[in-house]
C-alpha cells in the first residue's frame, strides 16, 4: 500500500504516525503546504474525516480494510467503538509493534510481508492476518542476526509491553493473551467520531 511521506502524512494529521514523522513534527508542528500556518474552521464533518484518517494511518491499512474491520466491529455485540480497536489490535502486523519487534506499524507490515514472522511454528506474511488467543509469534531462526531483531532483544523499540500480549524480548518471542482494551493501546484518536463517520 502506498502513502505519501511519514512526515508529510504526520503533518497533516496532527500526530507523529512513525519514530520519523515524530522528528519532522517537532521541527515543523503546522500543516505542510503554503498555507500550512493557517488556521483552519474544521466542520464535523471534517473532524470525523480526520479521526478516520488518523486511525488508518496508524495501523497503516486502505480504505477498504478499515471499512471491513467497521462493518465487522458493528456486527459484535458491545461498543462498536472498542470492538474495533479490538480487531485492529489482532492484526500480525499491530501485534508485531507492540510486541517490540519492529520501530514502526510500517515496519512492522514489512517484516510480515518478508517472511521473517512465524505463527505457531509455521510462516505467515500476511499483516493483516488476525490472531488469537495463545497464538504464538516468533521470529524466525535465520532472520534474528539482522539490526531490526538485535535492537528488539535489547528492547529498543518499546518502553513497555501491553497487558494484552506476553512477550519474552531474548527469545523474540511473544503471545497473545487477550482482547486489548481501548485504554491499553497507544493510538491517538477519537475512535467514536471514527465510528460516527461510517455509520453516517
Do not use: W
Not at 42 to 61: D, H, N, T
Not at 185 to 191: F, M
Amino acid at each position: 500500500m502506498r502513502h505519501k511521506p511519514v512526515g508529510s502524512l504526520s503533518r497533516s494529521l496532527g500526530i507523529p504516525v512513525s519514530p520519523a514523522g515524530a522528528k519532522v513534527l517537532e521541527e515543523r508542528s503546522y500543516r505542510p503546504g503554503q498555507h500550512g500556518r493557517r488556521r483552519h474552521d474544521v466542520s464535523e464533518y471534517g473532524r470525523r474525516l480526520r479521526e478516520k484518517q488518523r486511525l488508518r494511518a496508524q495501523y497503516f491499512i486502505s480504505e477498504k480494510q478499515m471499512r471491513r474491520a467497521f462493518e465487522e466491529a458493528s456486527r459484535r455485540g458491545g461498543r462498536t467503538d472498542d470492538n474495533l480497536v479490538k480487531d485492529l489490535e489482532r492484526r500480525l502486523d499491530a501485534v508485531v509493534l507492540r510486541s517490540g519487534f519492529a520501530r514502526s506499524i510500517y515496519q512492522a507490515r514489512q517484516i510480515v510481508t518478508h517472511g521473517h514472522v512465524l505463527v505457531n511454528g509455521k510462516r505467515l506474511d500476511r499483516p493483516a492476518a488476525r490472531l488469537t488467543d495463545g497464538d504464538f509469534i516468533q521470529i524466525k531462526e535465520s532472520s534474528r542476526e539482522m539490526p531490526v531483531f538485535v535492537a528488539a532483544r535489547e528492547q529498543a523499540h518499546v518502553d513497555s509491553t501491553p497487558p494484552y500480549l506476553e512477550v519474552y524480548p531474548n527469545a523474540l518471542l511473544s503471545r497473545v493473551l487477550r482482547d486489548a482494551e481501548r485504554v491499553e493501546v497507544p493510538i491517538v484518536c477519537d475512535v467514536q467520531l471514527v465510528v460516527e463517520y461510517y455509520a453516517r
